[in-house]
């Protein structure tokens, strides 16, 4: 992974444990994540504006992959409410992030790219996934089965396969808008307008989720009482997942980019127990520090 994407990347970090920490501490449900979501994508306009020949080059497939990607961010924001409602971000946040590590590493190997993933890269993945069994426990004596069976653990993981489904989708997406003669030389211009165009499909999916679950007089209640935050937060989720798409030029194996963003789960944890005053016991703290290694193993390992 090039020095680039580890900057870009890093910068991503800080700004999307930033906007769950602005989420979890207004309590947000499905219309909370549909408002932000479509302040976050007029923002990115004026980038379809600048650059119309990115949206000409979008071919049929690509569209059926927005449609598909727009799908997995709704589960994910979707899954991040739920498990927000019901237990403590710095356990909600680290959880919801770690699995798709792991589960992108299963997915190289199986798609035949197991070159593209060093052995000390897939060492620090199993790393993060592993540093978040200890994050529920106050006892290093409470590793029960029944401990992750509770609504919090069931939405994480609910938003964290949403995650490990977008990251692939996007991953095959840019790879073929960058193949284009159209894009070369523009490719983060193309990017942002790739963003902008998912922020539409994702908003169009949480609007179906939103009218399925009843919520539609919830989205009265985030605009007038919390269009402050929710319009920071949605800006901050677009900019954070722009800079994660345009790292994606700069990784070898997507793995590496979804391992590494894992940075910002310790920066989440701190978060919660700092401001939110969460529960800080050690083995929640064991588990940060281990999901940290993890994280830096990621870093540094190249094939």
């Not at 990115?44 to 992959?65: D, G, I, K, N």
């Not at 403590?88 to 190997?109: D, G």
């Not at 199986?110 to 052995?119: K, Y």
């Not at 902008?196 to 919830?218: D, P, Q, T």
């Amino acid at each position: 992974m090039q020095p680039t994407a580890i900057v870009l990347l890093v910068i991503a970090a800080f700004a999307h444990a930033s906007w769950n920490f602005l989420g979890k501490s207004r309590s947000p449900g499905i219309a909370f994540f549909l408002v932000a979501t479509a302040a976050g994508t007029c923002f990115l306009f004026p980038a379809v504006l600048y650059r119309t020949a990115a949206t000409a080059s979008f071919t049929a497939e690509v569209w059926l992959l927005l449609l598909g990607t727009g799908f997995c961010q709704a589960i994910y924001f979707s899954g991040l409410a739920g498990a927000y409602r019901s237990g403590h971000m710095s356990i909600a946040y680290p959880l919801a992030r770690s699995s798709p590590a792991i589960v992108l590493l299963i997915v190289a190997f199986m798609l035949g790219r197991r070159h593209e993933v060093s052995w000390v890269c897939a060492a620090g993945i199993v790393c993060v996934v592993g540093g978040c069994f200890f994050l529920p426990m106050k006892f290093f004596s409470d590793f029960r089965v029944k401990n992750y069976l509770n609504a919090t653990c069931l939405f994480a993981l609910m938003a964290a396969l949403g995650t490990a489904g977008y990251s692939l989708i996007d991953d095959h997406a840019l790879r073929i808008l960058r193949s284009f003669p159209i894009n070369e030389g523009a490719h983060t211009h193309t990017t942002l307008v790739y963003t902008f165009w998912e922020g539409v499909f994702v908003v169009g999916w949480l609007g179906i989720f939103n009218l399925a679950s009843g919520e539609w007089r919830a989205i009265k209640g985030v605009v007038k009482g919390h269009t402050g935050y929710v319009v920071v937060a949605g800006i901050a989720i677009y900019i954070t997942y722009a800079l994660v798409l345009i790292s994606m030029k700069y990784a070898d194996n997507v793995s590496y980019v979804v391992g590494f963003r894992q940075l910002s789960i310790p920066l989440g944890a701190l978060m919660g127990i700092t401001f939110l005053r969460e529960p800080r016991p050690l083995p929640k703290l064991l588990g940060v520090a281990i999901i940290f290694a993890g994280v830096v193993m990621v870093a540094a390992g190249r094939n």
